[in-house]
């Protein structure tokens, strides 16, 4: 088995290498530059662990499902993803994705962990949840480990109720990431150090005369708005951002 994951802010990559370790398997980032398919074609079970946005699988891990579509139509499959609050069937998301596999999903799980929206008051970041998400991510984790070495299958997200969970977000977000697409704005506090540049898992930005110019190609994981050192990055929603959201500590 491996595990291969998309993370913006660092939520997922938490949670993917956390379960590598108690799995004793490898855990790469969807950004690596490496040769997938070799991996793949090692293992019998891809698990797979991203953050839901808007009840869907975010537009870097679904152009990444569809590079390596060979490898995920014939193996196993984990699916895990993790959210602020709900997602309904966000791990169900991913399933769809992939013609007929619903039999070779041995796990599906949806793990709570701190917001990473730091521009949307609706949303606040806490520091309560900050520590409190990540250890009950963990327990949960412990469970899913003990269930999945059982051959324990358990499908988060499958129900009915799920699916209309799901529907309260997942009919507005295409519309929304169709738009966030070339959403990414500095204003005048940017520097133009090229962080964003450096780090946008999209290569989504530039440098042009010292000025980030985007190509319209933005997946909206928030990740530009939580590390840029004047906070001067937004995507889509145009607040600049009071706090980050520096990750798990
Ligand atoms: C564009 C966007 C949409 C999001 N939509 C949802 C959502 O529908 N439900 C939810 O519970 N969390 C949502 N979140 C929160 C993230 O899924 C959550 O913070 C995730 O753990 C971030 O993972 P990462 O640090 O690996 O990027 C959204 C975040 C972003 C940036």
């Given at each position: 088995?491996?595990?291969?994951?998309?993370?913006?802010?660092?939520?997922?990559?938490?949670?993917?290498?956390?379960?590598?370790?108690?799995?004793?398997?490898?855990?790469?980032?969807?950004?690596?530059?490496?040769?997938?398919?070799?991996?793949?074609?090692?293992?019998?079970?891809?698990?797979?662990?991203?953050?839901?946005?808007?009840?869907?699988?975010?537009?870097?891990?679904?152009?990444?499902?569809?590079?390596?579509?060979?490898?995920?139509?014939?193996?196993?499959?984990?699916?895990?993803?993790?959210?602020?609050?709900?997602?309904?069937?966000?791990?169900?998301?991913?399933?769809r994705?992939?013609?007929?596999?619903?039999?070779?999903?041995?796990?599906?799980?949806?793990?709570?962990?701190?917001?990473?929206?730091?521009?949307?008051?609706?949303?606040?970041?806490?520091?309560?949840?900050?520590?409190?998400?990540?250890?009950?991510?963990?327990?949960?984790?412990d469970?899913?480990?003990?269930?999945?070495?059982?051959?324990?299958?358990?499908?988060?997200g499958?129900?009915?109720?799920?699916?209309?969970?799901?529907?309260?977000?997942?009919?507005?977000?295409?519309?929304?990431?169709?738009?966030?697409?070339?959403?990414?704005?500095?204003?005048?506090?940017?520097?133009?150090c090229?962080?964003?540049?450096?780090?946008?898992?999209?290569?989504?930005?530039?440098?042009?005369?010292?000025?980030?110019?985007?190509?319209?190609?933005?997946?909206?994981?928030?990740?530009?708005?939580?590390?840029?050192p004047?906070?001067?990055?937004?995507?889509?929603?145009?607040?600049?951002?009071?706090?980050?959201?520096?990750g798990?500590?």
């Amino acid at each position: 088995m491996v595990i291969v994951y998309f993370s913006g802010t660092g939520n997922s990559k938490y949670i993917a290498e956390k379960f590598a370790d108690r799995m004793q398997i490898e855990a790469h980032s969807i950004e690596e530059n490496i040769d997938f398919g070799q991996i793949f074609d090692k293992v019998d079970t891809i698990a797979v662990c991203y953050p839901i946005y808007g009840s869907c699988v975010p537009l870097i891990m679904r152009e990444f499902v569809k590079k390596n579509m060979q490898f995920f139509e014939r193996k196993k499959l984990i699916i895990f993803c993790t959210q602020m609050l709900f997602s309904g069937d966000g791990a169900k998301a991913f399933a769809r994705l992939i013609p007929n596999c619903d039999g070779r999903v041995r796990y599906a799980e949806h793990f709570k962990m701190p917001n990473n929206i730091c521009n949307f008051a609706l949303f606040p970041m806490t520091e309560k949840e900050k520590t409190k998400k990540p250890l009950r991510a963990l327990e949960k984790l412990d469970k899913v480990c003990s269930d999945i070495q059982k051959g324990v299958v358990k499908k988060r997200g499958w129900n009915a109720f799920s699916n209309i969970l799901g529907k309260t977000q997942n009919i507005a977000y295409p519309k929304m990431e169709a738009k966030a697409r070339a959403s990414f704005r500095t204003d005048d506090s940017c520097i133009g150090c090229g962080l964003c540049v450096k780090k946008c898992p999209m290569h989504n930005l530039e440098l042009v005369n010292g000025k980030v110019k985007q190509n319209g190609n933005c997946t909206l994981c928030y990740r530009c708005v939580n590390i840029c050192p004047k906070q001067s990055c937004t995507v889509y929603f145009t607040k600049k951002p009071k706090k980050q959201y520096k990750g798990i500590s």
